[in-house]
């Protein structure tokens, strides 16, 4: 199943209200057209100086921060400050994506959003040294791991399906 039931209550729960053992992240998913058949969905390169998987593609997204509001309120903070651009609406949740790190274990939740028409993507240069709208079917060549591969298919299939 690659979409799952938007979980409200944690989308709107407080960071301090997550589970402390967890190091929480998010990804956003962001379509241009989701309901389109040309949907495009927006993927960064990590930069080269990053020491995990560096010039791989992924997600907008980061780290829930103890000063952000909700989560929603994550996503939307982490979105502008990777690309500059504005979170309209969360229009789904779809499967998690979890990773081991030294110290915690890191629990990411992945939403789809769309964003305000009109703006430009600016990714942030200290983590992202390029940025592509893709279709489906336009990734095979890009270097991914295969966790984000994963997820970059669960969206593409969770606006099919809506």
């Known amino acids: 199943m690659s979409s799952t039931t938007m979980d409200e209550q944690r989308l709107h729960s407080r960071p301090q209200d997550l589970d402390p053992s967890k190091r929480w992240v998010i990804g956003a998913a962001i379509f241009q ?29 980061g780290h829930v921060e103890q000063t952000d509001k909700t989560v929603a309120y994550a996503v939307a903070r ?44 600016q990714p942030n240069p200290d983590e992202h040294s390029d940025w592509l709208w893709v279709q489906e079917g336009q990734t095979d060549s890009l270097y991914m791991t295969t966790e984000m591969r994963k997820v970059v298919q669960n969206a593409f299939d969770f606006c099919r399906a809506t």
């Open 33 to 61: 057209n989701p309901t389109a058949q040309n949907r495009s969905l927006l993927l960064l390169k990590r930069a080269s100086h990053e020491t995990a998987f560096p010039n791989a593609w992924e997600l907008p997204g």
């Open 78 to 121: 982490e979105v502008l400050e990777e690309t500059s651009l504005t979170v309209s609406e969360i229009i789904g949740e779809i499967e998690p994506m979890t990773w081991e790190s030294k110290t915690k274990s890191n629990f990411q939740l992945n939403y789809v959003v769309t964003v305000r028409p009109g703006l430009t993507v």
